[in-house]
């Protein structure tokens, strides 16, 4: 039987873990036929934006800190890689997150449905509304269903909950998690469960008992997770146990790809031009790679999908690590970190207080912390040197808890078009890029761009598209 060549570009945590998928689902199918798998990196490392570096006595998180506990295929992924006994949960004494109101740190509400509050009374026990917003949030129980079928998450929570939830709770949520404007990013894509929630429940506060009862009953008490976990040895230590678990899988780096071009319009293979000169043939190929590059690539065969592609917009991310002996801290912080509203008319999006939710990625007696900035607002941060985001970190750093004492570390890192975003209509274009896709035999995309964003949604993606090649291949042997 003839090997079968499956090339995936991209070597972030969603090519590898494609790479991973194929090879387990091919072995479970009898008489499958060989397959040989490159990975194909255009940069000089493996994992993406997932890094972890040590810079003396600190561990620094280049991208993600942490995972989300609720995806089932990630869980059983760390399971099968023999790390899921090296996740831990943040610090019991960092369990809570604050915003900035007035120059003041004000606790996020209990009991958050996704962004929002689920209760009435999570919100009246919450100092993060004045009376009047606590009044407005309550008149959401009257509400009828929504007509829209899809609305930005700005126009779904000001019509809901109003104005002050949406500026002091859900807009800098969002932000911090999507590195988005809430006024162009869709509801029905960048947080599904609020909008089902309306559809079924009517009421979003409403539907907390129910949806909280209906989550407890899918999951036994004694197997119940922290929502968020890290790896002990840091999140690096993720794409590195997938390497480990690829065995034979070809792995370059330095090996950006131009173009794949079909070869033929009956035999299936594609032709993958390379930066390099380099060229390659595939019977399979899987570009797990950000929406612009892939329309980059598939645009000499199909002006059409790359169009669509391309219309996918990306958010640039700024992240800077500052760490401080804790003496030359004035008003020590609690919990595990800062989101900063945009009506606080500051650059800085939030703060993670690194060392307070894992005490084992800083030495005693200091402080790391993890300063956030994106593009939503103000575009030019990625484009200032190092130094002056660092300075610009540690001034709202000084302004937060007054510091009077220089920073004993500092790393920036910079992403830029690093974040993917939901606009509105996102949905239709995904349908449409994958309906389009099935015109074109044996290619194959995954991603961050697709339903998702975060480590565990791009792991469930990459399921989803190696379970479609295993299909492909052993139909087309």
């Known amino acids: 039987m003839v090997s079968k060549e499956v090339?995936?570009?991209?070597?972030?945590?969603s090519g590898l873990s494609s790479a991973y998928f194929i090879k387990k689902y091919l072995a479970a199918h009898c008489g499958h036929p060989t397959v040989n798998i490159t990975i194909l990196e255009q940069g000089h490392r493996i994992g993406g934006k997932i890094s972890t570096e040590i810079a003396g006595d600190f561990m620094v998180e280049k991208g993600p800190d942490s995972v989300a506990t609720s995806n089932e295929i990630f869980m059983e992924?760390?399971?099968?890689?023999?790390?899921?006994?090296?996740?831990?949960?943040?610090e019991l004494s960092a369990s809570k997150a604050s915003v900035l109101i007035g120059?003041?740190?004000?606790?996020?509400?209990?009991?958050l449905a996704m962004m929002l509050p689920n209760s009435i009374m999570s919100m009246v026990l919450s100092d993060l509304l004045t009376p009047v917003g606590k009044s407005r949030a309550a008149?959401?129980?009257l509400l009828p269903r929504g007509s829209i079928a899809d609305e930005s998450v700005a126009s779904f929570v000001k019509r809901r909950f109003g104005k002050e939830v949406y500026e002091r709770l859900a807009e800098p949520l969002l932000s911090g998690i999507h590195a988005g404007n809430p006024e162009h990013t869709s509801i029905r894509c960048a947080f599904p469960y609020l909008a089902e929630f309306?559809?079924?429940?009517?009421?979003?506060?409403?539907?907390?008992?129910?949806?909280?009862?209906?989550t407890a009953g899918t999951v036994s008490n004694s197997h119940r997770r922290p929502p968020l976990m890290s790896l002990d040895g840091g999140m690096g230590d993720l794409p590195n146990a997938l390497v480990k678990a690829l065995g034979s899988v070809n792995i370059l780096t330095h090996r950006g790809v131009n173009s794949v071009v079909p070869m033929g319009a009956h035999n299936g293979k594609h032709l993958i031009n390379m930066f390099n000169g380099e060229t390659?043939?595939?019977?399979?190929?899987?570009?797990?790679?950000?929406?612009?590059?892939?329309?980059?690539?598939?645009?000499?065969?199909?002006?059409?999908?790359?169009?669509?592609?391309?219309?996918?917009?990306?958010?640039?991310?700024?992240?800077?690590?500052?760490?401080?002996?804790?003496?030359?801290?004035?008003?020590?912080?609690?919990?595990?970190?800062?989101?900063?509203?945009?009506?606080?008319?500051?650059?800085?999006?939030?703060?993670?207080?690194?060392?307070?939710?894992?005490?084992?990625?800083?030495?005693?007696?200091?402080?790391?912390?993890?300063?956030?900035?994106?593009?939503?607002?103000?575009?030019?941060?990625?484009?200032?040197d190092d130094q002056a985001i660092i300075e610009m970190a540690n001034d709202s750093l000084c302004t937060l808890i007054g510091i009077i004492g220089k920073p004993i570390m500092s790393r920036v890192h910079k992403w830029p078009?690093?974040?993917?975003?939901?606009?509105?209509?996102?949905?239709?274009r995904v349908d449409y890029i994958m309906s389009k896709l099935k015109g074109?035999?044996?290619?194959?995309?995954?991603?961050?761009?697709i339903n998702g964003v975060g480590v565990p949604n791009c792991v469930s993606n990459a399921s989803k598209a190696a379970a479609d090649v295993v299909d492909y291949i052993c139909k087309s042997a």
């Open 7 to 13: 090339v995936i570009i991209g070597g972030g945590i």
């Open 77 to 90: 992924l760390c399971k099968d890689l023999g790390i899921d006994k090296h996740l831990v949960a943040p």
């Open 103 to 111: 120059k003041q740190m004000r606790n996020l509400p209990d009991g």
């Open 139 to 141: 008149l959401e129980v």
């Open 198 to 214: 309306e559809d079924n429940f009517r009421s979003i506060l409403l539907s907390g008992k129910k949806h909280s009862n209906r």
């Open 280 to 384: 390659m043939s595939a019977d399979v190929v899987i570009m797990a790679t950000p929406a612009y590059s892939s329309a980059k690539m598939i645009s000499g065969s199909d002006e059409r999908l790359a169009k669509i592609l391309n219309s996918i917009q990306y958010r640039t991310v700024v992240t800077v690590s500052l760490a401080y002996k804790n003496s030359d801290i004035i008003s020590y912080p609690k919990g595990s970190g800062v989101l900063v509203p945009k009506i606080e008319g500051m650059r800085l999006g939030a703060i993670t207080w690194s060392s307070l939710k894992w005490s084992s990625r800083a030495p005693s007696r200091t402080l790391l912390a993890r300063c956030y900035f994106n593009d939503a607002y103000y575009n030019d941060t990625v484009t200032m």
């Open 417 to 428: 078009m690093g974040m993917p975003q939901y606009t509105i209509g996102h949905s239709q």
């Open 440 to 449: 074109h035999k044996g290619i194959f995309v995954t991603g961050a761009w």
